[in-house]
């Protein structure tokens, strides 16, 4: 689904512009905080600096529900509980949620990946008029905001169509591949990101190259039709 300016999507939900739910509020910016592993100093004053790790990304976000009538401001409530409350996500470690943001116009869309936390109605007041103010919080895994798509390519290998073998011939026997044994994909944000890549067989010893920096190399024969990641 492609976010307009303004707009929010959390595990299938749409808030902001155009949608029963009114952003007034959310912050994507700056680092998150610190984990610090500084250690004090015995016998001496001041503390030895450790490793400072970052901790995953808080995103604050203040929502109202804005509907013409008590039903169906309800149902937009009702609905926006189902997916903040997913079991199907909170009850398995390591399950995660996609936080989709495009901010204002002209900006792509954001990726934070993580927990949806805290869902507060701050007041009930006006619900009979199809109105209620929301509080949330959503807790990234990490502090990192991603790509709305991810960049893949295929990298091909393959015998040519020859036609058949041509007799006599002589042994050990070479045969040439076709295909694109070489590819390129771009990290087109400010830090690293994880590589993940898939082997189909049949091949011998298969090996992934990142030129100049690292090697990957499986010692292993797959027959076709097998696969490893």
């Known amino acids: 689904m492609v976010l307009l ?16 739910y ?3 509020g959310f912050e994507t910016g700056g680092l998150a ?7 004090s100093r015995f016998y001496a004053d001041g503390t030895d600096p450790g490793v400072d790790l970052r901790n995953g990304s808080v995103v604050p976000i203040s929502a109202t529900v804005d509907c013409e009538t008590f039903a169906d401001a309800s149902a937009a409530l009702r609905a926006l509980l ?16 996609p936080l989709r943001v495009r901010p204002f116009p002209g900006s792509g869309t954001r990726v934070l990946f993580g927990r949806c936390r805290k869902l507060t109605t701050v007041n009930e007041h006006f619900m009979d008029r199809g109105r209620v103010d929301l ?8 502090h990192l905001w991603y790509e709305d798509s991810e960049d893949a390519i295929t ?35 400010d830090t690293e ?12 010893d298969p090996r992934v190259t990142n030129v100049g920096r690292w090697e990957t190399r499986l010692d292993l024969v797959l027959p076709a039709g097998a696969w490893v990641d």
Request: aromatic content about 10%; hydrophobic content about 35%.
């Open 82 to 97: 189902r997916a903040w409350d997913s079991r199907g996500v909170r009850e398995f470690p390591g399950q995660v949620v």
């Open 193 to 204: 990101t994880w590589f993940q890549g898939r082997v189909f067989g049949p091949c011998t």
């Open 135 to 142: 509080e949330l919080e959503f807790v990234g895994q990490d």
């Open 22 to 24: 009114i952003l007034s």
């Open 33 to 39: 905080d610190l984990r610090t592993n500084d250690r």
């Open 5 to 20: 300016p303004s707009q929010i999507e959390i595990n299938g939900v749409t808030l902001g512009d155009g949608t029963s």
């Open 155 to 189: 990298v091909t290998v393959a015998p040519p169509p020859s036609g058949g073998w041509t007799v006599p011939f002589t042994v050990p026997l070479g045969v040439a591949t076709t295909g694109s044994p070489v590819g390129e994909v771009f990290v087109k944000g």
